[in-house]
């Protein structure tokens, strides 16, 4: 149930009728009208709903809008409608003002979905996949993937919420140069375990990272030095075969903890061993979207297709770029596995990539530049006593994503990286995610549900048994802060669809601290446990709905709602 698209259905009905009936009795020229526009204003003292149609009717009906707007209301029929009345401002506005039972109904939506209060069918379903993290597994994984893991995994939520098909996707780069460079960096600090540091120079391109120290010593623990007796490549084969495995391990183990669980990790590999790469390029070919330059290379006519430069495909040694392992991926998305539309979560530096994968699709026949979405996220700033924090301070290292989660509590650590829009640069103020009081919204979200919850427990402790919702009168809610409470409660579903519209799901947050400061309002006007009893069942009730609401949104979040704090 959304209960504000109800409403606005329904002012778009009543004003769509009044318009046809004024026209019936002469009032009215017929005309050309444009679509009914109705909306929430931001200041709600003249009414709970604004409509500008008839400002909008004025060039197609050759009249001036405030005559139009009053042959609308005067024609207007509310019977039946969640309208009290419509009132005229200014040059036209037609404000509309919600009757009682609009918000009787509000609250009890709540009840009637209960921990799916908040989902909505879309009219137009789709089978989305978020792809998002995917970091390289020869190493740790950063702040970057700690701030797109949290909001590819918030996306995927509201867009499951909205009515679509969502699965949470993690590409493992696992082929390339990139794992020939891991391979070697570990084999390199295995030698030097086993014979010392001057018995092999290593590579000052190879990983520097304590964590290739790491699995060198869990291979000498394994092996001894049998693996010097080995051929380079079987050498290589051994260390690949355990180092690549135990690091995806590792970041599967820290996402769980992190509390994203993905539906499928999809290995870069299987493109190559499957021939899925050559395949895709044999069919740009095909297509004429490619050529080939005297040193054997072949690139894709990117500039064909709008981009600023081509792009190669396969280099003149034979092998094929990342960028042609990326194309034969996301066809493997839309051709394969049917996705109608794709959405990736990268870094702001990949923005130059974005254009080139879309034209390669376009060129391919998928329709790329509608059908696969790119969110760039911008970088984070850490900050702890006022200065950017770098290094963790167990390690002395690049603080990572497991660094992080030593230092804070994992909801903090989510609810704050959920805190802006991908597309703008964010400062994480550490101190502030574990501070205890109100200053800190993550906080100040939970302590309204712990007072819910504290408020309910209180009255039954003094004998009052909590009302039954689906029974209890609610016709006594109506003063403002109540009202008010009920407004922003009812406003769930509404966000959860505007915020996987937008792909910004950062706007949870906002509404959650939203929907907290107004239950402590409502808290500090209205008397609960020793009103009147109407009176006082109806409050429990509307507790009861903003303690449910509170559950839900923080569940999106991916934060608990603790009972007591």
Avoid at 305 to 328: E, P, S
Avoid at 470 to 493: H, N, Y
Wanted: charged share 25%.
């Amino acid at each position: 149930m959304n209960a504000y698209e109800i409403a606005r259905a329904e002012a778009t009905r009543v004003v769509e009728a009044a318009y046809r009936k004024a026209v019936a009795a002469g009032e009215l020229p017929e005309g050309t009208i444009p679509p009914v526009a109705v909306e929430t204003p931001k200041d709600s003292s003249n009414g709970d709903w604004a409509s500008t149609f008839a400002m909008q009717c004025a060039k197609p009906l050759h009249m001036a809008p405030r005559k139009i707007a009053e042959s609308i209301v005067a024609n207007l029929d509310l019977e039946g409608s969640c309208f009290d009345t419509v009132t005229i401002a200014g040059p036209g506005f037609m404000n509309f003002t919600l009757n009682q039972g609009w918000y009787e109904q509000a609250v009890r939506g709540v009840f009637a979905m209960g921990e799916n209060y908040g989902r909505t069918e879309s009219k137009k379903p789709e089978k989305v996949m978020v792809e998002f993290v995917s970091a390289n597994p020869t190493g740790p994984m950063h702040m970057g993937n700690a701030r797109g893991g949290v909001l590819g995994d918030c996306l995927s939520s509201v867009l499951d919420w909205s009515g679509n098909d969502v699965t949470r996707e993690f590409y493992i780069n696992d082929a390339g140069n990139q794992v020939d460079k891991f391979a070697h960096s570990v084999e390199g600090r295995y030698i030097q375990e086993i014979r010392g540091e001057d018995a092999i120079e290593f590579d000052a391109s190879w990983y520097q990272g304590d964590d290739i120290k790491a699995l060198a010593h869990d291979l000498v623990e394994q092996y001894g030095d049998s693996l010097l007796e080995k051929t380079p490549e079987e050498r290589f084969a051994i260390i690949e075969g355990y180092g690549l495995p135990t690091n995806i391990a590792r970041m599967e183990r820290d996402l769980k903890r992190y509390k994203i669980n993905y539906d499928v990790w999809f290995r870069e590999s299987t493109l190559h061993e499957s021939g899925y790469v050559k395949e895709t390029i044999d069919m740009l070919t095909a297509k004429g979207a490619t050529y080939e330059t005297e040193d054997g290379a072949l690139w894709l006519r990117s500039t064909d297709f709008g981009c600023d430069k081509d792009d190669v495909l396969r280099r003149a040694n034979g092998f094929y770029t990342y960028f042609a392992a990326d194309i034969a991926y996301h066809r493997n998305k839309f051709e394969k596995r049917g996705f109608d539309r794709v959405i990736n979560i990268w870094g702001a530096d990949h923005h130059g990539h974005v254009k080139r994968l879309q034209c390669a699709l376009d060129a391919l026949g998928l329709d790329g530049s509608h059908r696969l979405e790119i969110v760039l996220m911008q970088l984070v700033r850490m900050m702890q006593g006022g200065e950017v924090v770098r290094m963790s301070k167990r390690t002395g290292k690049s603080l990572t994503l497991t660094d992080l989660l030593d230092e804070i509590p994992v909801d903090a650590a989510r609810f704050f990286f959920n805190s802006r829009a991908a597309e703008t640069q964010m400062e994480f103020d550490l101190d502030l995610a574990i501070k205890q009081d109100s200053d800190n919204p993550l906080y100040y979200v939970q302590y309204a549900h712990a007072r819910i919850c504290s408020v309910l427990k209180n009255a039954q402790e003094s004998g009052i048994a909590l009302p039954d919702t689906g029974k209890t009168d609610l016709s006594v809610l109506t003063g403002a802060d109540e009202r008010q409470l009920i407004k922003q409660v009812a406003l769930l579903p509404e966000e959860i669809v505007q915020s996987a519209v937008s792909r910004d799901p950062s706007r949870l947050n906002k509404y959650a601290v939203a929907l907290a400061q107004q239950f402590h309002h409502f808290y500090n006007a209205c008397r609960i446990k020793d009103a009147e009893p109407a009176v006082r069942d109806a409050r429990l009730t509307l507790c009861l709905a903003a303690k449910q609401t509170i559950e839900n949104v923080l569940k999106l979040i991916g934060v608990d709602a603790p009972e007591s704090m």
